[in-house]
């Protein structure tokens, strides 16, 4: 195993340090294991290992504990973190346990660091599986990469190639203590089924199946990365006039295969998740019947679509807000909105409105918009809604700009307009 082991990581780009994701389990203590016995010279990157505390099953402080001694035993340092695991809405557990898991892991990434874990051949081959039975296209049915950016830094598996035998014999050679999960003898769950009932059949009547779809899961990375070049090349025709926007006449003008490559390859490049196929159809159906006043949305799990004036707009769903909200401002202090996901100050109120806040009768009050509110400007008096129509905002942004009171008098739309008002209010000449 360790010649297998040195030679997988000769493939996986340099690292400053080494965090092997330490379940327990013997396919992570063997990886660990492994990594320790190798002779590190000089400028090696550092080897630590972390375990994540789920709190889900009986025996969590057992495992964790067992991961100290081993950890003591082959003088690796360990870090424990405690996660919580609980699923959210419209999330299993297992999902929600991976998530919690992924998300400690790179918080404890710093820049240069990889972070291993003990995937190998059989995971590979029970991937794609799974992938092709839930109808993935070749972006599921790549199953794990090798190597991929994760955190600050990337996220190896340098047992890929490598098949469980061959962890197996390792651990029993060094008499090696693992702890044994009985979830994953669960056949309630679909890997459980496919690992202990239908992958040992398929292996019997074809002895070289792991190999087989694993060669499979590589060749479907290639057609991916074409795929997704591709739609690195329409993306640069298909920007809208707004920065991160996609254009929707220009979405039209392309055939239906091209356009959802092109909007998977849009979402990804934003972050979010990818909608599965009804919500992609249903997506590109809008995006071919919209007309410039189409209140156009889709939204799933992750991730929601809009579109605005022929501009297609992605982004994470908007949490509803509360018009009727009412925030009182003393101005000395920051005045925090987390429902809007943003901090005033009156240091931001200069620096946006070219306004010297102790020209305003404090104390100030912040709205959200409702509806036929007004605002002054160049002694005309103006409809705010028209005013954000000139603008080109957005409905959804519109609702959530903090609207600036004082007293009974609009002063400020934020970071847009400064109104003005009359003596007593604010002194002097008014700033647009």
Same mark, same amino acid.
């Given at each position: 195993?360790?010649?297998?082991?040195?030679?997988?990581?000769?493939?996986?780009?340099?690292?400053?340090?080494?965090?092997?994701?330490?379940?327990?389990?013997?396919?992570?203590?063997?990886?660990?294991?492994?990594?320790?016995?190798?002779?590190?010279?000089?400028?090696?990157?550092?080897?630590?290992?972390?375990?994540?505390?789920?709190?889900?099953?009986?025996?969590?402080?057992?495992?964790?504990?067992?991961?100290?001694?081993?950890?003591?035993?082959?003088?690796?340092?360990?870090?424990?973190?405690?996660?919580?695991?609980?699923?959210?809405?419209?999330?299993?557990?297992?999902?929600?346990?991976?998530?919690?898991?992924?998300?400690?892991?790179?918080?404890?990434?710093?820049?240069?660091?990889?972070?291993?874990?003990?995937?190998?051949?059989?995971?590979?081959?029970?991937?794609?599986?799974?992938?092709?039975?839930?109808?993935?296209?070749?972006?599921?049915?790549?199953?794990?990469?090798?190597?991929?950016?994760?955190?600050?830094?990337?996220?190896?598996?340098?047992?890929?190639?490598?098949?469980?035998?061959?962890?197996?014999?390792?651990?029993?050679?060094?008499?090696?203590?693992?702890?044994?999960?009985?979830?994953?003898?669960?056949?309630?769950?679909?890997?459980?089924?496919?690992?202990?009932?239908? $992958?040992?059949?398929?292996?019997?009547?074809?002895?070289?199946?792991?190999?087989?779809?694993?060669?499979?899961?590589?060749?479907?990375?290639?057609?991916?990365?074409?795929?997704?070049?591709?739609?690195?090349?329409?993306?640069?025709?298909?920007?809208?006039?707004?920065?991160?926007?996609?254009?929707?006449?220009?979405?039209?003008?392309?055939?239906?295969?091209?356009?959802?490559?092109?909007?998977?390859?849009?979402?990804?490049?934003?972050?979010?998740?990818?909608?599965?196929?009804?919500?992609?159809?249903?997506?590109?159906?809008?995006?071919?019947?919209?007309?410039?006043?189409?209140?156009?949305?889709?939204?799933?799990?992750?991730?929601?679509?809009?579109?605005?004036?022929?501009?297609?707009?992605? $982004?994470?769903?908007?949490?509803?807000?509360?018009?009727?909200?009412?925030?009182?401002?003393?101005?000395?202090?920051?005045?925090?909105?987390?429902?809007?996901? $943003?901090?005033?100050?009156?240091?931001?109120?200069?620096?946006?409105?070219?306004?010297?806040?102790?020209?305003?009768?404090?104390?100030?009050?912040?709205?959200?918009?409702?509806?036929?509110?007004?605002?002054?400007?160049?002694?005309?008096?103006?409809?705010?809604?028209?005013?954000?129509?000139?603008?080109?905002?957005?409905?959804?942004?519109?609702?959530?700009?903090?609207?600036?009171?004082?007293?009974?008098?609009?002063?400020?739309?934020?970071?847009?307009?400064?109104?003005?008002?009359?003596?007593?209010?604010?002194?002097?000449?008014?700033?647009?």
């Amino acid at each position: 195993m360790l010649k297998d082991l040195v030679q997988a990581l000769e493939r996986l780009p340099p690292a400053r340090r080494w965090l092997v994701g330490l379940s327990g389990g013997l396919d992570s203590v063997a990886l660990l294991h492994g990594l320790a016995q190798l002779d590190a010279p000089p400028g090696s990157p550092g080897l630590r290992a972390v375990h994540v505390h789920h709190g889900l099953h009986a025996r969590a402080d057992e495992w964790a504990r067992q991961c100290q001694v081993l950890c003591d035993a082959l003088e690796v340092p360990l870090e424990v973190v405690n996660v919580d695991a609980r699923p959210r809405r419209g999330q299993s557990p297992e999902a929600a346990a991976r998530r919690a898991r992924y998300e400690a892991l790179a918080d404890r990434m710093a820049p240069g660091d990889a972070l291993l874990t003990a995937h190998h051949r059989r995971d590979q081959a029970e991937t794609l599986l799974l992938q092709l039975l839930r109808g993935a296209g070749p972006a599921g049915l790549s199953a794990m990469p090798r190597w991929q950016p994760y955190g600050s830094g990337w996220h190896g598996r340098p047992l890929l190639d490598m098949d469980r035998s061959v962890l197996e014999a390792h651990a029993h050679q060094h008499d090696l203590v693992w702890v044994e999960d009985d979830s994953n003898t669960d056949l309630g769950l679909d890997r459980n089924l496919l690992r202990h009932e239908v $992958m040992p059949q398929l292996r019997q009547r074809w002895p070289a199946l792991d190999t087989t779809l694993a060669r499979a899961a590589g060749l479907q990375a290639e057609a991916q990365e074409l795929l997704a070049e591709r739609a690195r090349e329409d993306l640069q025709d298909l920007r809208g006039e707004v920065a991160g926007t996609l254009s929707i006449p220009a979405i039209r003008a392309l055939r239906r295969p091209r356009q959802r490559n092109a909007v998977r390859g849009w979402l990804q490049e934003k972050g979010l998740p990818v909608p599965n196929q009804n919500r992609l159809e249903s997506l590109l159906r809008q995006i071919r019947d919209a007309s410039p006043d189409t209140r156009l949305r889709v939204s799933w799990p992750g991730a929601e679509v809009r579109g605005y004036r022929d501009s297609l707009h992605a $982004m994470a769903p908007l949490p509803p807000v509360d018009p009727g909200r009412v925030w009182s401002w003393d101005g000395t202090t920051e005045l925090h909105l987390p429902e809007l996901g $943003m901090t005033l100050s009156v240091e931001e109120m200069a620096r946006l409105h070219e306004l010297d806040p102790t020209r305003l009768a404090w104390p100030l009050t912040v709205h959200l918009r409702r509806g036929g509110e007004t605002c002054r400007l160049r002694g005309q008096t103006r409809i705010l809604k028209k005013l954000f129509q000139e603008a080109g905002i957005p409905p959804w942004e519109r609702e959530r700009i903090p609207l600036i009171y004082a007293g009974d008098r609009l002063a400020l739309v934020w970071g847009l307009w400064c109104c003005d008002l009359p003596t007593g209010v604010v002194g002097g000449e008014a700033s647009e």
